[in-house]
């Protein structure tokens, strides 16, 4: 499913983010620059070891990522040029800025694309894993937020692409896809 925004395209896919190629590849990270789980772990297996090393050296000179924010680093052996790592909220109950932090993510990460070249970007849906946003509010301000941009005269990107994991968030994403900038 994909529509049209300005200039751009805005698009739903299901599967593993690792496999998707686009220029710049979103990562649902933590403010440590860890590593983990979840697509996390999958984009550093696939990536191999050169994206830690790059987020090390990130880290010794920041201190990490503040939640809401993001990191640029290049991708390893991705099907990308750059990895985005995003630090998502954990979600508490929503009145703790959780809406306004994810949104932050997705803004730094295509503020980031945008200062780097990439014309093409994939999101995981951050924060809704092990950091417990519920499904359906975080497609909402994934949606929101994108579209948002995509409908900026300025904006650089070509085509975004929200990656969703499985048969239930791809449901939940499309109704709220076809209700936010289809209909
Ligand atoms: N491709 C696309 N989506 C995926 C993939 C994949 N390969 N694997 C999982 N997902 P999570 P968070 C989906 O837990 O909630 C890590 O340990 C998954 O189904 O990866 O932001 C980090 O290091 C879910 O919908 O990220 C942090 O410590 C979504 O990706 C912490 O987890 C996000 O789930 C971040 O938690």
Redesign the pocket.
Known sequence: MEVRIGASVLALWE????KFPADAIGN???SAL?????????IHRAGGPSIMRELDLILARTGGCPTGSAVLTSAGKLPARFVLHAV?PVYRDGRQGEPELLASCYRTCLRLAEENGAKTVSF??????????P?EEAAEVAIRTVADHLRRPECKIERVTL????AA?LEIYERRFRDLVIS
């Open positions: 599967g593993d983010i690792t649902a990270a933590n860890a590593g983990g789980g979840g697509v996390d772990g999958a998502g995981p849906s951050i924060s809704t894993g092990v950091y417990g946003y499904m990656v969703v994991f499985g968030a």
